[in-house]
């Protein structure tokens, strides 16, 4: 079946750690994108990348990085100087990265990520 | 910039009750209206859409109409079941940007 998988589905980060949480697809969609969900505050862009080797910034950026090697693959690094990392990460993937698109979001399942 | 706005949950209903989830808009330009559904330790998934005006999205019994006149993209169902409870997200897409979410809304059925 294809679709997104998203590992691990729980993540523990102690101070000053970089973590990496993955995100593969087998839609082979041009887009993908990187969410952070904080109750109450619904859905937020990190970062997202429109074809493979370009990605841009969202509205909330700071203290992550990311990579786009391969159109199948979209890794989120949670750096040390995201200062509040605790959250349910979402990855998601469109068919194509042209904007603005009426194709559908395919999401992950998501990471929970929770500081030590 | 493009925004959402939608109603403060929680809303808990008894089955078989009728649903409306509040959603209103700021946009620029002709955007397209969305509503995700978001099931207990799941990712988003598409429930409906309406791409213009006047439009009516439908899917599952849920049904919501693109009113450009009130900016506005109310999520309805005539009978909630139980399965319906989720976190509801309204959301656009306008511009040279991706999809805007709304904060979600929280709906809980009782039996």
């Known amino acids: 079946d294809g679709g997104i998988t998203q590992s691990p589905k729980y993540l523990f980060r102690k101070e000053g750690q970089n973590v990496t949480l993955s995100c593969e697809q087998n839609?082979?969609?041009?887009?993908m994108y990187w969410y952070r969900q904080d109750p109450g505050q619904g859905l937020r862009l990190i970062y997202y990348?429109?074809?493979?080797?370009?990605?841009q910034k969202g509205d909330i950026a700071e203290g992550y990085s990311v990579s786009r090697e391969k159109k199948e693959s979209f890794p989120l690094t949670v750096t040390s100087a995201q200062k509040n990392p605790t959250a349910f990460y979402l990855c998601?993937?469109?068919?194509?990265?042209?904007?603005?698109?009426?194709?559908?979001?395919?999401f992950g399942s998501g990471t929970q990520l929770s500081v030590l | 910039g493009n925004s959402v706005t939608q109603m403060e949950g929680p809303v808990t209903l008894s089955e078989e009750a009728f649903l409306t989830i509040n959603c209103t808009y700021t946009?620029?330009?002709?955007?397209?209206l969305f509503w995700y559904v978001q099931y207990p330790g799941e990712g988003l998934q598409l429930l409906l859409k309406?791409?213009?005006?006047?439009d009516k999205g439908s899917n599952k019994g849920f049904e919501a109409t693109y009113r450009k006149e009130t900016t506005s993209f109310h999520l309805e169902k005539g009978s909630v079941q139980v399965s319906d409870s989720a976190v509801y997200f309204c959301?656009?897409?306008?511009?040279?940007?991706?999809?805007?979410f709304g904060k979600g809304t929280r709906l809980s059925v009782i039996a």
């Open positions: 998601a993937s469109s068919r194509t990265g042209d904007f603005p698109t009426n194709e559908k979001l395919f």
């Open positions: 990348s429109q074809i493979v080797n370009d990605f």
């Open positions: 946009a620029t330009g002709y955007p397209s």
């Open positions: 959301a656009l897409n306008s511009g040279n940007t991706p999809l805007v």
């Open positions: 309406a791409t213009k005006a006047d």
């Open positions: 839609l082979n969609h041009d887009a």
